[in-house]
């Protein structure tokens, strides 16, 4: 739920999140 919004309000931090763990994108595609 947090990283829901957190990802939207930065995109550019979400990106580098989002490689560098493997489960955030598969949970953020869910969300």
Wanted: no cysteine.
């Amino acid at each position: 739920m947090s990283s829901s919004p957190i990802s939207l309000r930065l995109p550019t931090r979400s990106s580098s999140s989002f490689v560098k763990n493997p489960e955030a994108p598969t949970r953020s595609s869910s969300s």
